[in-house]
């Protein structure tokens, strides 16, 4: 009689087990499609808004009073141009400051009071460091509303992003390949330049990418240090003033004429194939170094 009890309980409890679990999984599967839901309806309405806009006219015309002759030559060629420098930059420190928090600084209060602040630094508003770049690359610097003054900035932005990236992915490689490095003779050098970086690549170009992205579609700390929003010309060198994509969309989404509407939309898909350009290379990167180790 006691065991039939037990088992009544035991099946009772598993029944009640599933239809959490059913609850849950139902939930979840809401959650999934009123993103999907929301992400076609966003990209229906910005491709239908875009149709009839979207030509080689629009790629090689500048901005323009009038909607039917505006243009986004300008601002695309100034969000590569900020890209030569966000790029590289911020590659270069990021993945240096992770390879020294991991593989050469020593465990204690210094490395960790130094990885909280980047961590810390990952979550500021985008805006903060727009107005620090204005205080130090603008008017500090005084290198004024040109190229290399918002790539110092955007540099500062997506450093931390990266530096934590870089560092999760390089805390992934197994301790196996550096040992027997290490007793095939290598230094340390030759074990991170050779092992550890190229094992370490596709989660480095992942978190780097999305960095970059991030910061190819920002505009508030472009605003804060006086980047225009019309320019119909294009820069010579990183000194002279530009303006970018975000920019130029985020000026003709305020203008009062309803065409601007359709021209801010072309703006946006042009953006988009850039923004997936640039993951498509990473993901392609990444795939090739997955096969190899």
Same mark, same amino acid.
């Given at each position: 009689?006691?065991?039939?009890?037990?088992?009544?309980?035991?099946?009772?409890?598993?029944?009640?087990?599933?239809?959490?679990?059913?609850?849950?999984?139902?939930?979840?599967?809401?959650?999934?499609?009123?993103?999907? @839901?929301?992400?076609?309806?966003?990209?229906?309405?910005?491709?239908?808004?875009?149709?009839? #806009?979207?030509?080689?006219?629009?790629?090689?015309?500048?901005?323009?009073?009038?909607?039917?002759?505006?243009?986004?030559?300008?601002?695309?060629?100034?969000?590569? #141009?900020?890209?030569?420098?966000?790029?590289?930059?911020?590659?270069?420190?990021?993945?240096?400051?992770?390879? /020294?928090?991991?593989? /050469?600084?020593?465990?204690?209060?210094?490395?960790?009071? @130094?990885?909280?602040?980047? &961590?810390?630094?990952?979550?500021?508003?985008? @805006?903060?460091?727009?107005?620090?770049?204005?205080?130090?690359?603008?008017?500090?610097?005084?290198?004024?509303?040109?190229?290399?003054?918002?790539?110092?900035?955007? &540099?500062?932005?997506?450093?931390?992003?990266?530096?934590?990236?870089?560092?999760?992915?390089?805390?992934?490689?197994?301790?196996?390949?550096?040992?027997? &490095?290490?007793?095939?003779?290598?230094?340390? #050098?030759?074990?991170? /330049?050779?092992?550890?970086?190229?094992?370490?690549?596709?989660? @480095?170009?992942?978190?780097?990418?999305?960095?970059? &992205?991030?910061?190819?579609?920002?505009?508030?700390?472009?605003?804060?240090?006086?980047?225009?929003?019309?320019?119909? /010309?294009?820069?010579?060198?990183?000194?002279?003033?530009?303006?970018?994509?975000?920019?130029?969309?985020?000026? #003709?989404?305020?203008?009062?004429?309803?065409?601007?509407?359709?021209?801010?939309?072309?703006?946006?898909?042009?953006?988009?194939?850039?923004?997936?350009?640039?993951?498509?290379?990473?993901?392609?990167?990444?795939?090739?170094?997955?096969?190899?180790?």
């Amino acid at each position: 009689m006691k065991k039939l009890i037990d088992q009544e309980k035991v099946i009772k409890n598993m029944a009640g087990r599933l239809v959490k679990n059913n609850f849950f999984k139902f939930l979840f599967f809401l959650a999934t499609v009123f993103g999907l @839901i929301v992400l076609v309806v966003l990209l229906y309405r910005i491709f239908t808004q875009a149709i009839g #806009w979207l030509d080689i006219d629009f790629l090689q015309n500048f901005a323009s009073r009038r909607p039917e002759e505006a243009g986004i030559k300008a601002a695309l060629i100034g969000s590569l #141009w900020l890209m030569v420098i966000v790029a590289p930059l911020s590659l270069i420190l990021g993945v240096g400051t992770a390879i /020294y928090l991991e593989e /050469y600084a020593k465990k204690n209060r210094f490395t960790d009071f @130094i990885q909280t602040n980047i &961590s810390n630094l990952a979550g500021v508003p985008s @805006i903060v460091f727009g107005l620090l770049g204005l205080t130090v690359f603008v008017r500090g610097m005084e290198l004024g509303r040109s190229v290399m003054a918002a790539g110092l900035t955007m &540099s500062l932005l997506v450093l931390p992003v990266i530096v934590v990236a870089a560092q999760e992915a390089i805390r992934a490689v197994p301790n196996q390949l550096r040992e027997a &490095s290490y007793g095939m003779g290598a230094t340390k #050098w030759q074990t991170i /330049y050779r092992v550890v970086l190229p094992a370490a690549i596709p989660g @480095i170009l992942t978190g780097s990418i999305l960095a970059l &992205s991030r910061a190819i579609g920002e505009t508030a700390p472009l605003v804060v240090i006086g980047i225009p929003t019309f320019i119909a /010309y294009l820069p010579k060198s990183i000194f002279d003033t530009f303006t970018v994509m975000p920019m130029q969309i985020y000026n #003709w989404t305020g203008r009062p004429q309803e065409e601007f509407q359709h021209v801010a939309a072309a703006g946006i898909v042009v953006l988009l194939f850039v923004l997936i350009l640039m993951n498509s290379i990473a993901v392609f990167i990444r795939n090739k170094f997955q096969k190899r180790f």
